[in-house]
């Protein structure tokens, strides 16, 4: 199932062992790589100190927040070896302009959903510039049309025919 963006950040994390809020979730960490949520920013309860949730340690969503089997799970950001390489590169996809391959632009991201079992980005919602907004809405992007990422722009393949709701439109087949 698709989760929206704002349904995963500051959102209380739940302990199974003891069925209390353990922290709550600040901010993903988002892959660019293969634009995979790798984990959560987390503030402790306890010692108000800023964790890290895995998303291979998430158990389940449901509306009273994250559920993992305890407070274990949480690490500190210097413990996860592996995942240091994409904590220093802090990337942030909601703000990000978005352009076809043919450098056409089309406005920012402005959320995105994510696959709630696997936590790869789904799909990008981009907020059209004013102008172009007059004419339709918001645009939905699924992954698969998605070419390149980058820090400072995310490129997509170009877009063949829009409708009135702003989503793509296949081309008619020959």
């Not at 509306?63 to 590169?89: F, K, M, N, T």
């Not at 789904?122 to 939905?140: C, F, G, M, N, T």
């Amino acid at each position: 199932m698709l989760k929206l963006s704002g349904s995963l950040v500051n959102q209380p994390v739940v302990s199974l062992r003891t069925g209390g809020t353990i922290a709550r979730t600040e901010a993903a960490i988002i892959n660019p790589h293969n634009l995979k949520i790798e984990g959560f920013y987390c503030i402790d309860s306890r010692s108000r100190q800023r964790l890290i949730l895995l998303t291979q340690d998430i158990r389940d969503i449901i509306p009273a927040g994250i559920v993992v089997d305890d407070y274990d799970v949480l690490s500190e950001p210097d413990e996860l070896i592996r995942l240091q390489s994409v904590i220093e590169l802090r990337y942030e996809l909601v703000g990000k302009p978005v352009q076809t391959a043919k450098k056409h632009k089309l406005g920012k991201v402005n959320d995105y959903a994510v696959d709630d079992q696997a936590f790869f980005i789904q799909k990008l919602y981009v907020e059209r510039s004013l102008l172009k907004s007059l004419s339709s809405d918001q645009l939905a992007i699924d992954r698969t049309e998605i070419v390149e990422v980058t820090d400072r722009r995310v490129i997509i393949k170009e877009i063949e025919k829009t409708s009135k709701s702003g989503l793509t439109a296949p081309a008619p087949a020959i």
